[in-house]
């Protein structure tokens, strides 16, 4: 009878599943970046809601110093027209004085330019006579001005600014009236042509395509860089900050210019000022896009640094996660090693910190392992049992000596059934 071949199967080995790689480096390199993404981030929206504050003040402090700048310039310009006319104050209406008067008005004429027409009154309120740019001068016309609103004011106030009016709708004008040092010196009244203010207007320069303007207590232009809508007569009253304007009176303005629309519909910083005691009010207006085209750019370069600061961020999270992780796989690797028995092996980590330390530490158990425990006691611990023969002492895995053992029985079983045959 054939001997069957007795092979012994293979041992079969435990499978060892692979720890996950790259998960830890992932998470510092993802922790680094968050926290500096984050800090950066933070550190610019801080930098921008103060940067907006900053100008939002700034533009308010320039454009309410272009603003009562302004209004101090037109309320000294009615002021110089009355020092005008109150040198035609200084002699007591009589007919004694007429030529000194014409001649007085014919000065005040000259030299004031805007003033186109000037009239005395006597005491009791009649007109004596007037000179005028436009029509034939008048003497002893009597029109009786006793009942005029004015003429009461002008009497207790000494001076009286009239409104805004327009002539043949389209140039604005107003009265200025002065009484003289006593009753019987008689009232000044001068007709004032408001167009000579648009040059004040004018000359304030607001960015690039800022402006100014002026409006009466009715809400109709005085003043205006475009000259054409003052003589269109154009009314502003509808406009949501002329409209505030006139309704806060003397009040304190806002601390912040309001964002609203401009007459052409833009939106606009807008701030104004009162000028004197006339009640007008004189805008400033700057486009909202000129206005905040620093704060714009300086948005733009913190986006850009940002992106930069990033993009390092995460070249040197990468960097430094690296660091971290190759001795730390160095050190998983030693143990992995010295578990399967290996314990001639040296883990090499020169980092300077506590993972040289803790491979110093590893390579120290290893060496004092292998010189305190004999090669079969050792090599039991690990699942290995020694082999007779030789000199040096061989050692077999476990499997592998079971191999053998079920090899030797099935041979010594096959001699037994061939005897007992025979």
């Not at 005008?84 to 002699?91: C, D, P, V």
């Not at 905040?292 to 750019?297: G, K, R, S």
């Not at 290893?366 to 050792?378: C, I, K, L, M, V």
Request: charged fraction near 20%.
């Amino acid at each position: 009878m054939k001997m069957r071949d007795a092979t012994p199967p293979a041992a079969s080995q435990p499978t060892v599943v692979p720890p996950p790689r790259g998960q830890l480096f992932r998470k510092y390199v993802g922790l680094f970046v968050t926290v500096v993404c984050a800090a950066l981030v933070a550190n610019g929206l801080l930098d921008i809601w103060f940067s907006y504050r900053e100008q939002n003040v700034l533009l308010m402090r320039v454009q309410q110093e272009q603003a009562r700048s302004a209004a101090a310039k037109i309320n000294q310009y009615i002021k110089e027209i009355e020092g005008q006319l109150a040198w035609a104050t200084l002699l007591p209406w009589s007919t004694d004085t007429l030529d000194e008067w014409k001649m007085d008005a014919a000065r005040l004429l000259r030299l004031v330019p805007a003033v186109t027409a000037v009239a005395q009154l006597d005491a009791g309120g009649r007109e004596q006579i007037r000179a005028s740019r436009v029509t034939k001068d008048e003497v002893g016309s009597q029109i009786d001005y006793s009942q005029q609103d004015f003429f009461a004011k002008v009497v207790v106030n000494k001076v009286y600014y009239g409104p805004v009016h327009f002539v043949r709708e389209s140039e604005p004008y107003m009265s200025i009236a002065m009484a003289g040092v006593r009753r019987d010196y008689g009232v000044i009244v001068a007709q004032v042509n408001l167009k000579s203010i648009w040059d004040v207007v004018s000359q304030i320069q607001v960015g690039v395509r800022g402006r100014a303007y002026v409006v009466d207590p009715a809400g109709r232009l005085i003043a205006h860089p475009d000259i054409s809508m003052v003589l269109r007569n154009t009314d502003v009253s509808r406009l949501a900050q002329v409209r505030a304007a006139l309704a806060e009176g003397s009040a304190a303005p806002a601390e912040q210019p309001p964002v609203t629309d401009d007459i052409e519909g833009r939106p606009v910083l807008s701030v104004h000022a009162p000028v004197g005691t006339l009640g007008w009010l004189v805008f400033v207006e700057l486009p909202v896009g000129e206005a905040y085209a620093p704060l714009y750019a300086s948005i733009q370069r913190s986006a850009a640094l940002l992106v930069a600061a990033l993009i390092l961020a995460a070249f040197a999270g990468l960097y430094l996660a690296r660091r971290m992780i190759i001795p730390i796989r160095a050190l998983h690797d030693g143990a992995a090693r010295i578990g399967r028995g290996d314990l001639n092996q040296q883990i090499s980590i020169k980092t300077g910190d506590e993972l040289e330390a803790l491979g110093e530490q590893f390579n120290r158990m290893a060496a004092t392992q292998g010189r305190g425990a004999d090669p079969s006691a050792r090599a039991r611990q690990f699942g290995k049992i020694p082999v007779s023969g030789g000199g040096e002492p061989r050692f077999a895995t476990a499997a592998a000596c079971l191999g053998a053992v079920r090899c030797a029985a099935s041979h010594r079983h096959d001699r037994r059934r061939a005897a007992t045959t025979r």
